[in-house]
């Protein structure tokens, strides 16, 4: 158990629909990264938040958004879904440290997102 | 810009023999170089990282690595492949300055009785 939390589980929802998908980051992380991973695209970067502000962004779509609250925990939101979103959502915290390049990454279990 | 490459997205071993998953990475500037376990249905672990301290880096489970800048390679090892090594595999590296990390595409790892 890495001590992320991510909920629910499982969505199963259809298309144009939007969703939220919720991370609860292990006690004292600052920084939580949201990841998407498919078969035909692999484990992608979509961003990173530490401390409540936007650090890095990687491959996140214009429909997609995320924030990270006071306490800390972060959410998701993917928009206008259309069947290429169904995948594998991982979120992952971090200390955050100032360089935190070389910060190990704790991955909770992930939301399998389907989309109909 | 940064990137790492893992040959063989399905390696299989019998389980005593060696263990060797290949990443190889392309970065300008010196690279944090990370490999990650994801086992069936679980999220990933982190089982080492290279931190620009030694170039032998070792891990959990009997893991280790080593950082070739010559070969521009981390390649993962464990000299005795065990049942419970069957995962998926991920060589990762961060991206200097950025805080965004980029990750291979994943070599399955099958044990062979």
């Known amino acids: 158990d890495s001590g992320v939390t991510q909920t629910p589980k499982h969505l199963i929802t259809a298309t144009g629909q939007r969703v939220t998908l919720r991370c609860s980051p292990r006690?004292?992380?600052?920084?939580v990264y949201w990841y998407q991973q498919s078969l035909d695209q692999g484990l992608q970067f979509l961003i990173q938040?530490?401390?409540?502000?936007?650090?890095a962004k990687g491959n996140i779509l214009e429909r997609f958004s995320a924030q990270q609250f006071p306490d800390l925990h972060s959410e998701l939101n993917l928009s206008s879904l259309e069947l290429g979103d169904s995948a594998l959502y991982f979120c992952?915290?971090?200390?955050?440290?100032?360089?935190?390049?070389?910060?190990?990454?704790?991955f909770g279990p992930g939301t399998r997102l389907t989309v109909l | 810009a940064q990137s790492v490459t893992q040959l063989g997205s399905h390696v299989s071993v019998s389980e005593g023999a060696l263990v060797l998953l290949r990443c190889n990475y392309s970065?300008?500037?010196?690279?944090?170089l990370f490999w990650y376990v994801q086992y069936p249905n679980q999220g990933l672990q982190l089982l080492l990282k290279?931190?620009?301290?030694?170039?032998l880096v070792k891990g959990i489970n009997g893991f280790e690595a080593e950082f070739k800048k010559s070969e521009t390679s981390f390649h993962l090892t464990k000299p005795s492949a065990h049942m419970s090594d069957a995962a998926e595999y991920f060589c990762?590296?961060?991206?200097?300055?950025?805080?965004?990390?980029?990750f291979g595409t994943g070599t399955r790892l099958k044990v062979l009785a």
């Open positions: 992952a915290s971090s200390v955050g440290a100032p360089s935190g390049f070389t910060d190990t990454q704790y």
């Open positions: 006690s004292g992380d600052l920084s």
């Open positions: 938040y530490y401390n409540g502000e936007e650090r």
């Open positions: 970065s300008s500037v010196p690279p944090y």
């Open positions: 290279y931190t620009s301290a030694a170039t």
């Open positions: 990762a590296v961060s991206v200097a300055g950025t805080y965004k990390y980029i």
